[in-house]
């Protein structure tokens, strides 16, 4: 099954949404595309939209036959088929690889819509600084006083020079108990750990331990290997795009992203002391 932590963590990260600007809409009925396809995963998930003209009478509705086919480097084609979710297209039959390239080709309106990526390799050598951080637990204000500030944990991986990267950073328990109770009203979701960074050509990332983990229990630390086309969709969001109806990274007639991911990932576990 597709990473879907990946999938909704970064497109809620990312702010995307179905309204787009006046400005930015085409004079044509176009196709928007979201793919990521993971190494070492089933191209289970890819969701096309609509844009249609500002002054078109059609509802936006995503298609449902539309004919996408996944092509491999070595020319193998793998139909994308229709999954009975609005706009949502798999073939599970194809295995993503990494250090492959795929194409994306669909097409629609009389026109051809087609994307290239390639799925990176995963990121190599991935360490932690510290694997066990034991933190005393708050239930007073004078449990202040005896805190320890614990050093922060250096994630490490050796980055290939000019390749972009990205950390997220998961708290793994199912009802994880809070450090601090005081400002938690006893519950154990009270800004529970998961947070992504964003993209960076450094080979490390250092996780503020008294500011970002504020749960005891297990810890996930997926360090991913993203594409300039991922980079760009995340450019042009902070920049205040803020849609794929608006966004043109490498889909050829369209909109949205049609892009490789790989990952590789480490634990570490916060104890009370």
């Known amino acids: ?86 706009g949502k297209y798999g073939n599970p039959d194809l295995l993503i690889e990494g250090d492959k390239a795929y194409s994306l080709e669909l097409d629609y309106n009389g026109q051809t819509i087609t994307a290239e990526t390639y799925v990176p390799t995963a990121p190599q050598n991935v360490t932690l600084t ?57 519950g154990g979701n009270f800004q529970r750990p998961d947070f992504l960074t964003e993209p960076s050509t450094n080979p490390f990332y250092l996780i503020d331990v008294f500011r970002d983990i504020t749960h005891y229990g297990q810890y996930e630390v997926i360090v991913y290997r993203v594409n300039p086309e991922y980079v760009a969709l995340y450019e042009d969001n902070t920049e205040g795009s803020g849609s794929l109806n608006e966004i043109r990274t490498n889909v050829q007639n369209g909109f949205g992203i049609f892009t490789g991911v790989n990952s590789a990932r480490v634990f570490f576990e916060v104890k009370k002391s």
């Open 130 to 186: 510290d694997t066990l951080i034991e933190r005393a637990k708050i239930t007073d204000f004078t449990d202040f006083q005896n805190q320890t500030i614990p050093d922060p944990i250096q994630v490490d991986w050796a980055g290939e020079v000019g390749a972009w990267y990205f950390v997220h950073v998961r708290n793994m328990e199912d009802d994880p108990e809070p450090v601090n109770e005081l400002f938690s009203g006893g």
């Open 1 to 86: 099954m597709k990473n879907i932590h990946f999938i909704l963590f970064v497109f809620a990260w990312l702010g995307l949404n179905s309204c787009a600007k006046e400005a930015a809409l085409p004079t044509v009925d176009e196709i928007t595309v979201q793919a990521f396809l993971h190494a070492g995963q089933p191209l289970d998930t890819v969701t096309f939209g609509r844009v249609i003209p500002l002054d078109s009478l059609e509802a936006e509705i995503a298609p449902d036959d539309l004919l996408p086919v996944v092509k491999t480097e070595t020319g193998e084609s793998f139909p994308l088929y229709f999954l009975g979710e609005t």
